[in-house]
Protein backbone atom coordinates (compact mmCIF):
# COMPACT_ATOMS: atom_id res chain seq x y z
CA UNK A 1 0.00 0.00 0.00
CA UNK A 2 0.69 3.60 -0.08
CA UNK A 3 3.43 5.13 2.52
CA UNK A 4 3.22 8.29 3.98
CA UNK A 5 6.22 10.13 5.65
CA UNK A 6 5.79 13.09 7.85
CA UNK A 7 8.43 15.12 8.92
CA UNK A 8 9.66 16.43 11.66
CA UNK A 9 7.78 13.79 14.64
CA UNK A 10 8.53 16.86 16.85
CA UNK A 11 8.51 20.22 17.11
CA UNK A 12 8.91 22.89 19.06
CA UNK A 13 8.29 26.45 18.46
CA UNK A 14 8.49 29.61 20.45
CA UNK A 15 5.33 31.45 20.06
CA UNK A 16 5.45 33.72 16.85
CA UNK A 17 7.80 31.83 14.78
CA UNK A 18 7.24 30.31 11.50
CA UNK A 19 7.17 26.58 10.80
CA UNK A 20 7.27 24.56 7.90
CA UNK A 21 5.80 20.56 7.89
CA UNK A 22 6.19 18.49 5.41
CA UNK A 23 4.39 15.08 3.94
CA UNK A 24 5.90 12.77 1.61
CA UNK A 25 4.01 10.36 -0.02
CA UNK A 26 4.87 6.97 -2.20
CA UNK A 27 2.26 6.87 -4.87
CA UNK A 28 -0.05 8.81 -7.21
CA UNK A 29 -3.24 10.09 -4.92
CA UNK A 30 -6.56 11.26 -5.48
CA UNK A 31 -6.75 13.17 -2.52
CA UNK A 32 -4.74 14.93 0.07
CA UNK A 33 -5.92 16.72 3.04
CA UNK A 34 -4.00 18.28 6.34
CA UNK A 35 -6.17 17.94 10.00
CA UNK A 36 -4.86 19.62 13.45
CA UNK A 37 -5.69 16.95 15.61
CA UNK A 38 -6.56 19.17 19.33
CA UNK A 39 -5.72 17.94 22.88
CA UNK A 40 -9.21 16.37 23.06
CA UNK A 41 -8.35 14.12 20.18
CA UNK A 42 -10.74 15.84 18.11
CA UNK A 43 -9.80 16.02 14.15
CA UNK A 44 -9.66 19.13 12.42
CA UNK A 45 -9.52 19.36 8.58
CA UNK A 46 -7.16 22.16 7.39
CA UNK A 47 -7.28 21.66 3.91
CA UNK A 48 -8.39 19.68 1.13
CA UNK A 49 -5.67 19.79 -1.42
CA UNK A 50 -4.49 17.35 -4.06
CA UNK A 51 -2.97 19.96 -5.79
CA UNK A 52 -2.09 23.42 -5.98
CA UNK A 53 -1.71 26.01 -3.07
CA UNK A 54 -4.58 26.99 -0.27
CA UNK A 55 -4.27 29.45 2.24
CA UNK A 56 -6.52 30.16 5.66
CA UNK A 57 -5.24 33.02 7.86
CA UNK A 58 -1.95 31.99 9.25
CA UNK A 59 -2.13 28.22 7.82
CA UNK A 60 -0.72 27.52 4.25
CA UNK A 61 -0.38 24.38 2.64
CA UNK A 62 1.28 23.41 -1.03
CA UNK A 63 1.21 20.05 -2.91
CA UNK A 64 3.15 18.96 -5.75
CA UNK A 65 1.56 16.07 -6.68
CA UNK A 66 4.17 15.23 -9.31
CA UNK A 67 7.01 15.27 -7.18
CA UNK A 68 4.55 13.62 -4.41
CA UNK A 69 5.06 15.80 -1.54
CA UNK A 70 3.03 18.00 0.32
CA UNK A 71 3.88 21.08 2.93
CA UNK A 72 2.31 22.69 5.75
CA UNK A 73 3.45 26.11 6.46
CA UNK A 74 2.36 27.84 10.13
CA UNK A 75 3.01 31.18 10.56
CA UNK A 76 3.09 34.03 13.60
CA UNK A 77 2.49 30.65 15.74
CA UNK A 78 0.02 30.65 18.93
CA UNK A 79 -0.18 28.09 21.44
CA UNK A 80 -3.41 27.48 20.26
CA UNK A 81 -1.72 25.76 17.01
CA UNK A 82 -0.01 23.19 19.75
CA UNK A 83 -1.23 19.78 18.60
CA UNK A 84 -0.49 17.10 16.74
CA UNK A 85 -0.78 17.66 12.61
CA UNK A 86 -1.65 14.65 10.61
CA UNK A 87 -1.49 14.47 6.14
CA UNK A 88 -3.41 11.99 5.14
CA UNK A 89 -3.84 10.67 1.20
CA UNK A 90 -6.45 8.67 -0.70
CA UNK A 91 -5.71 6.78 -3.48
CA UNK A 92 -8.22 4.72 -5.44
CA UNK A 93 -11.14 3.01 -3.24
CA UNK A 94 -11.86 5.94 -0.99
CA UNK A 95 -9.85 4.86 1.81
CA UNK A 96 -7.47 7.43 3.31
CA UNK A 97 -4.44 6.86 4.65
CA UNK A 98 -2.23 8.48 7.73
CA UNK A 99 1.14 9.53 7.73
CA UNK A 100 2.63 9.42 11.90
CA UNK A 101 1.88 12.98 12.17
CA UNK A 102 3.85 15.99 13.34
CA UNK A 103 3.25 16.96 17.21
CA UNK A 104 3.57 20.78 17.60
CA UNK A 105 4.43 22.36 21.02
CA UNK A 106 3.94 26.36 20.81
CA UNK A 107 5.63 27.77 23.84
CA UNK A 108 4.75 31.44 25.12
CA UNK B 1 -24.70 21.44 6.52
CA UNK B 2 -23.60 18.32 7.39
CA UNK B 3 -23.20 16.91 11.12
CA UNK B 4 -21.23 13.61 12.52
CA UNK B 5 -22.34 12.29 16.08
CA UNK B 6 -20.27 9.44 17.69
CA UNK B 7 -21.42 8.60 21.31
CA UNK B 8 -19.93 7.86 24.41
CA UNK B 9 -17.11 10.49 24.49
CA UNK B 10 -15.24 8.27 27.11
CA UNK B 11 -15.68 4.66 27.84
CA UNK B 12 -14.41 2.39 30.39
CA UNK B 13 -14.89 -1.79 30.22
CA UNK B 14 -13.87 -4.68 31.55
CA UNK B 15 -12.09 -7.32 29.59
CA UNK B 16 -14.32 -9.68 28.06
CA UNK B 17 -17.80 -7.37 28.37
CA UNK B 18 -19.32 -6.57 24.93
CA UNK B 19 -18.98 -3.45 23.18
CA UNK B 20 -21.14 -0.88 20.85
CA UNK B 21 -19.75 2.59 19.79
CA UNK B 22 -22.30 4.59 17.71
CA UNK B 23 -22.35 7.13 14.39
CA UNK B 24 -24.59 8.62 12.82
CA UNK B 25 -24.22 11.61 10.28
CA UNK B 26 -26.81 13.71 9.20
CA UNK B 27 -27.39 16.17 6.15
CA UNK B 28 -25.91 13.87 3.56
CA UNK B 29 -27.11 10.81 1.85
CA UNK B 30 -24.97 7.58 0.86
CA UNK B 31 -22.07 9.09 2.27
CA UNK B 32 -18.93 6.42 2.75
CA UNK B 33 -18.61 5.40 6.19
CA UNK B 34 -15.07 4.71 8.57
CA UNK B 35 -13.94 3.71 11.21
CA UNK B 36 -10.39 4.16 12.47
CA UNK B 37 -8.53 3.70 16.03
CA UNK B 38 -5.46 5.50 17.12
CA UNK B 39 -3.48 3.79 20.10
CA UNK B 40 -1.03 6.08 20.62
CA UNK B 41 -1.43 9.41 20.39
CA UNK B 42 -0.54 9.41 16.26
CA UNK B 43 -0.65 6.96 13.50
CA UNK B 44 -4.65 6.48 12.76
CA UNK B 45 -5.20 3.40 11.26
CA UNK B 46 -8.06 2.26 9.14
CA UNK B 47 -10.62 -0.34 10.59
CA UNK B 48 -13.29 -0.56 8.67
CA UNK B 49 -15.32 1.14 6.10
CA UNK B 50 -18.41 0.99 4.39
CA UNK B 51 -19.59 2.14 0.89
CA UNK B 52 -23.44 1.65 1.98
CA UNK B 53 -26.11 -0.18 3.84
CA UNK B 54 -24.83 -3.98 4.74
CA UNK B 55 -21.45 -3.37 3.14
CA UNK B 56 -18.64 -3.45 5.31
CA UNK B 57 -14.76 -4.16 4.40
CA UNK B 58 -12.53 -5.28 7.13
CA UNK B 59 -9.07 -3.40 6.79
CA UNK B 60 -7.64 -5.85 9.43
CA UNK B 61 -8.02 -8.55 11.02
CA UNK B 62 -9.27 -8.03 14.58
CA UNK B 63 -11.91 -8.61 17.49
CA UNK B 64 -13.73 -6.09 16.60
CA UNK B 65 -17.22 -6.19 13.47
CA UNK B 66 -19.37 -3.51 12.09
CA UNK B 67 -22.49 -3.18 10.59
CA UNK B 68 -24.59 -0.42 8.65
CA UNK B 69 -27.95 -0.93 9.69
CA UNK B 70 -29.26 2.75 7.81
CA UNK B 71 -27.73 4.31 5.72
CA UNK B 72 -26.18 7.23 7.94
CA UNK B 73 -25.48 5.03 10.67
CA UNK B 74 -22.20 2.77 11.55
CA UNK B 75 -21.72 0.84 14.63
CA UNK B 76 -18.79 -0.86 15.91
CA UNK B 77 -19.09 -3.46 17.94
CA UNK B 78 -17.38 -6.46 19.82
CA UNK B 79 -18.49 -9.64 21.79
CA UNK B 80 -15.65 -9.80 24.27
CA UNK B 81 -13.00 -6.73 24.79
CA UNK B 82 -9.49 -7.32 25.21
CA UNK B 83 -6.78 -5.29 27.12
CA UNK B 84 -5.71 -4.27 23.53
CA UNK B 85 -8.52 -2.94 22.10
CA UNK B 86 -8.13 0.02 24.37
CA UNK B 87 -7.22 3.53 21.95
CA UNK B 88 -9.21 6.57 20.38
CA UNK B 89 -12.36 5.23 18.05
CA UNK B 90 -13.20 7.77 15.19
CA UNK B 91 -15.81 7.46 12.66
CA UNK B 92 -15.62 9.52 9.67
CA UNK B 93 -17.51 10.05 6.48
CA UNK B 94 -16.89 11.35 3.21
CA UNK B 95 -18.84 12.03 -0.38
CA UNK B 96 -18.61 9.61 -2.65
CA UNK B 97 -16.33 11.62 -5.59
CA UNK B 98 -13.88 13.54 -2.98
CA UNK B 99 -13.99 16.41 -1.57
CA UNK B 100 -12.79 15.09 1.67
CA UNK B 101 -13.44 13.04 5.05
CA UNK B 102 -14.43 14.39 8.14
CA UNK B 103 -14.30 13.16 11.22
CA UNK B 104 -16.14 12.83 14.91
CA UNK B 105 -15.09 13.56 18.01
CA UNK B 106 -14.03 10.19 19.08
CA UNK B 107 -14.70 7.99 21.42
CA UNK B 108 -11.81 6.93 23.97
CA UNK B 109 -12.13 3.39 25.63
CA UNK B 110 -10.27 2.14 28.05
CA UNK B 111 -10.61 -1.74 29.12
CA UNK B 112 -10.03 -2.86 32.41
Known amino acids: GIQVEQSPPDLILQEGANSTLRCNFSDSVNNLQWFHQNPWGQLINLFY???GTKQNGRLSATTVATERYSLLYISSSQTTDSGVYFC??????????FGGGTRVLVKP | SQTIHQWPATLVQPVGSPLSLECTVE??????LYWYRQAAGRGLQLLFY??????ISSEVPQNLSASRPQDRQFILSSKKLLLSDSGFYLCAWSVKGGLGYTFGSGTRLTVV
Open chain 2, 27 to 32: GTSNPN
Open chain 1, 88 to 97: AVEVAGNKLT
Open chain 1, 49 to 51: IPS
Open chain 2, 50 to 55: SVGIGQ
